[in-house]
């Protein structure tokens, strides 16, 4: 089965924190994809970060930065000296061959002035 | 460029009747997918299609369901209404690359 977690369901700092958003995946594919959206409060969701199964390098842009582990099957995000404007849910994803997304249920991050 | 267009955006149905949403993907976009939003479930995978035909779908009943035609837009009806029916419906377009680009979606109240 394939499967999504993303344990925290909301996570409140104050900004400038730097904050970790966890996303654990089951799937017994070998080629895969995974991914993260954020949904701001306009509603439209935005993609931020794809990875295939066979990259596990991490990646960092600007201030949000990818840990990609195959060994626990994990991608987490964080977002470093946080910031009101990354107040969002955020999603992982996780896509096989089937062509059938599997998303988290999302972990909603309020940043506090 | 155009980003991918839902419509309605509001509507509001009663037990029963059926609904048909549209969307229209980015120019190019050959793949559309459909997901349902609700403050518990989350996003849940109902269809997604491919030149016109569905390549996979998710765990919906019947009741859902979806087409797409031979300009990439696509429709997905859900008939005999039920309250719990009532979500936010986002449709996305993708190239290979596989990355979803979302409309701001159909935002069904069924009473």
């Known amino acids: 089965a394939q499967k999504v977690t993303q344990a925290q369901t909301e996570i409140s700092v104050v900004e400038k924190e730097d904050v970790t958003l966890d996303c654990v995946y089951e799937?017994?594919?070998?080629?895969?994809?995974l991914f993260w959206y954020k949904q701001p409060p306009s509603g439209e969701l935005v993609f931020l970060i794809r990875r295939n199964s066979f990259d596990e390098q991490n990646e960092i842009s600007g201030r949000y930065s990818w840990n990609f582990q195959k060994s626990t099957s994990s991608f987490n995000f964080t977002i470093t000296a946080s910031q009101v404007v990354d107040s969002a849910v955020y999603f992982c994803?996780?896509?096989?061959?089937?062509?059938?997304?599997?998303f988290g249920t999302g972990t909603r991050l309020k940043v506090l002035a | 460029k155009a980003g991918v267009t839902q419509t309605p955006r509001y509507l509001i149905k009663t037990r029963g009747q059926q609904v048909t949403l549209s969307c229209s993907p980015i120019s190019g976009h050959r793949s559309v997918s459909w997901y349902q939003q609700t403050p518990g479930q989350g996003l849940q995978f109902l269809f997604e299609?491919?030149?016109?035909?569905?390549?996979n779908k998710g765990n919906f009943p019947g009741r859902f369901s979806g087409r797409q035609f031979s300009n990439s837009r696509s429709e997905m009806n859900v008939s005999t209404l039920e309250l719990g029916d009532s979500a936010l419906y986002l449709c996305a377009s993708s190239l290979l690359t596989g990355e979803l680009f979302f409309g701001e979606g159909s935002r069904l109240t069924v009473l």
């Open positions: 799937t017994r594919d070998t080629t895969y994809y």
């Open positions: 299609y491919f030149s016109e035909t569905q390549r």
């Open positions: 994803a996780l896509v096989t061959g089937t062509y059938k997304y599997i």
